[in-house]
C-alpha cells in the first residue's frame, strides 16, 4: 500500500541496484545486506539496526510488483507534492496545476484518484511489451534470417540481423501491445538461441574451424581446401614446417554486418595416424636417424628451470 514518505524514499539507491533489476538479482542483493547489517550479527549496534530496517523496508516494497509499480509511479511524479493522511482530513498543497486543494480527501482517497479513479490525467500510456523465443539454425545466426510471427493483429514479418549471438534479445520498436488509450505501441523482445554447428564456432565476428593436415603437408607444404559457411572451399597454402595450432586466415569469410566484417579462421591439427604399417614405420625410423640430435624439449626445460 502506497506510503506518503515513499516521495523521499529511493529504494534503489538503499539496496544499491537500478531501476530495472531483475527479482532474482534484487533477491540476491537483499539477502547479502539483510546478512551484513542483522541486528543478530551486529548486536548493540544501533546505525546497523536502523540500515536492516531501511533495507527490509525496500525490499517489501520493490519484490512486490504491484507496489513497485505503484511506487515507480509516484516517484516519476517528481518531488513537489506531499499528502499528509491524517485522522482530521488534512489538506494537501503544492504540485498539482491550478493550486488545486484536496480538502478533507484522506492520502488513500488521492491516490485512488490519482491512479485510477480520476480526476488527474495522466495522458496517453504506452502500450506493453511483448516477449517471445526462438531458436535458429547457425548459418542463419551468421547470415541472418526472416521469421514469420502470429501476433495480436495478425502475422507479420520480423527480420533478423546478420550475426544475432546466441542468447542475445532483439527489441523490435512498435510490434508489441496497442496502447489502451492513444498512445505508442509497445515493443517486441525476442530471446535468440542458436543451434551449434558440426564444424564452425563463433569468435566475436569472425568464425573458427579446425583443419586437419597430415604430417607431411606440415613438414614439405600444400595446398588445401578449407570448408567455408554456407559457400563453396576456398585454397590455403600450408607453408613449410608449418606447427600444429597455427592459424590460417581467409579475409572476408567470417560475419558481415552492416557494421564489420569478420574473417574465417582456420587453426591447422596435425592428424596422428592411430595404426601404420611396418613399412610405414621403417621409413619413420629410417626418417628420425637423419633429423639433427636435438631435444626438441629442451628449451622448455631450460625455462622451467629443469637443466
Aim: a neutral charge; zero cysteines; proline letters at 6%.
Amino acid at each position: 500500500m502506497a506510503s506518503n514518505d515513499w516521495f523521499d524514499k529511493d529504494f534503489y539507491k538503499v539496496l544499491g541496484v537500478s531501476k530495472d533489476v531483475s527479482e532474482a538479482e534484487l533477491k540476491k542483493t537483499y539477502r547479502k545486506l539483510s546478512r551484513k547489517y542483522h541486528p543478530d550479527t551486529n548486536p548493540g549496534d544501533a546505525k546497523a539496526e536502523a540500515k536492516f530496517k531501511e533495507i527490509s523496508e525496500a525490499y517489501s516494497v520493490l519484490s512486490d510488483s504491484k507496489e513497485r509499480a505503484e511506487y515507480d509511479q509516484m516517484r516519476a511524479m517528481g518531488p513537489g507534492p506531499r499528502f499528509n493522511p491524517g485522522s482530521g482530513g488534512q489538506s494537501y498543497s503544492g504540485g498539482f496545476p491550478g493550486g488545486a486543494n484536496m480538502g478533507g480527501a484522506g492520502f488513500e482517497d488521492v491516490f485512488a484518484n490519482l491512479f485510477g479513479g480520476g480526476g488527474f490525467n495522466r495522458g496517453p500510456q504506452r502500450g506493453a511489451d511483448l516477449t517471445m523465443s526462438t531458436t535458429l539454425d547457425f548459418i542463419d545466426g551468421v547470415k541472418g534470417t526472416q521469421l514469420k510471427v502470429r501476433l495480436g493483429n495478425g502475422e507479420t514479418t520480423i527480420k533478423i540481423p546478420a550475426g544475432v549471438q546466441d542468447g542475445q534479445k532483439i527489441k523490435i520498436a512498435g510490434k508489441g501491445q496497442a496502447s489502451p488509450n492513444g498512445g505508442p505501441a509497445g515493443d517486441l523482445i525476442i530471446s535468440v538461441t542458436v543451434r551449434s554447428h558440426p564444424v564452425f564456432t563463433r569468435d566475436g565476428n569472425n568464425l573458427r574451424v579446425t583443419v586437419p593436415v597430415t604430417f607431411s603437408e606440415a613438414v614439405l607444404g600444400a595446398t588445401i581446401q578449407v570448408p567455408t559457411l554456407g559457400g563453396e572451399p576456398v585454397k590455403l597454402k600450408v607453408a613449410p614446417g608449418t606447427p600444429n595450432g597455427r592459424v590460417l586466415r581467409v579475409k572476408g569469410r567470417g560475419v558481415v554486418t552492416a557494421k564489420a566484417e569478420g574473417d574465417l579462421l582456420a587453426t591447422v591439427e596435425i592428424a596422428v595416424p592411430s595404426h601404420v604399417s611396418e613399412k610405414a614405420r621403417k621409413a619413420l625410423e629410417a626418417f628420425e636417424e637423419l633429423l639433427p640430435e636435438a631435444d626438441p624439449r629442451e628449451d622448455l626445460l631450460n625455462k622451467a628451470g629443469l637443466l
